[in-house]
């Protein structure tokens, strides 16, 4: 048996995209009013950072003493992955060998570019405001969100096969099912001095 095989951190896509915004707000004017008003409204800055990118491959492991199975047809799902939580994929794809090719030769790769766990999208937004004096001492007001849309960012599919009749890979335990999810939404408030 002959195959190749992609890497484990293989990700064909990663985007990034930084974006910095400073309104050019100016307040002119010396009286009193003037002044609170500049320190209000100067100096603010919005950051947004992004990022999207494929998710890392899936490695089928074999039920205990059988091997990696041979994957029959094309295993991946279609639609939202929320709606597809409990079979992420098709574990009917998933035929394992007889336990006489075990542990030597398998006919499926350790990780495939077709079957990965679900993407990474996610979006932080920063707010700074930067108040300025005359011992040119500033100070920064930053407020800051992890994950501002609050996406879940769902874990990787259970990818241990039990074998059922045939030596069908089953829905036995949690092969095939998304049981959790993380990166919720966090936020956090700082003061920095710059001196």
Same mark, same amino acid.
């Given at each position: ?12 896509? /990663?985007?990034?995209?930084?974006? /910095? ?14 002044? /609170? ?23 089928i492991s074999g039920a205990s003493g059988y091997g990696r199975p041979a994957i029959t047809c094309d295993p991946r799902g279609s639609g939202p992955i929320d709606q ?10 998933? &035929? ?19 079957l990965r766990a679900p993407i990474y999208d996610d979006v932080n937004t920063s707010v700074l405001k930067t108040f300025a004096s005359r011992e040119r001492v500033r100070? &920064? ?44 939404? &966090? ?9």
């Amino acid at each position: 048996i002959n195959w190749r095989s992609i890497g484990a951190y293989d990700q064909p896509k /990663v985007w990034r995209l930084s974006v /910095v915004y400073a309104p050019p707000i100016t307040i002119a004017g010396s009286s009193f009013g003037d002044r /609170v008003l500049r320190q209000v409204a100067e100096g603010w800055e919005i950051t947004n950072w992004w990022e999207d990118a494929s998710g890392l491959p899936l490695a089928i492991s074999g039920a205990s003493g059988y091997g990696r199975p041979a994957i029959t047809c094309d295993p991946r799902g279609s639609g939202p992955i929320d709606q597809r939580l409990n079979a992420y994929f098709n574990q009917s794809c998933f &035929q394992q060998l007889t336990s006489k090719y075990f542990p030597v030769i398998s006919p499926t790769p350790p990780y495939s570019s077709y079957l990965r766990a679900p993407i990474y999208d996610d979006v932080n937004t920063s707010v700074l405001k930067t108040f300025a004096s005359r011992e040119r001492v500033r100070a &920064q007001l930053r407020v800051e969100a992890y994950n501002t849309l609050n996406h879940p960012y769902f874990n990787s599919p259970g990818l241990g096969c039990s074998v059922g009749a045939g030596l069908t890979c089953t829905n036995a335990g949690n092969f095939g099912v998304i049981t959790g999810a993380s990166n919720s939404r &966090q936020l956090q408030v700082g003061m920095k001095i710059m001196f």
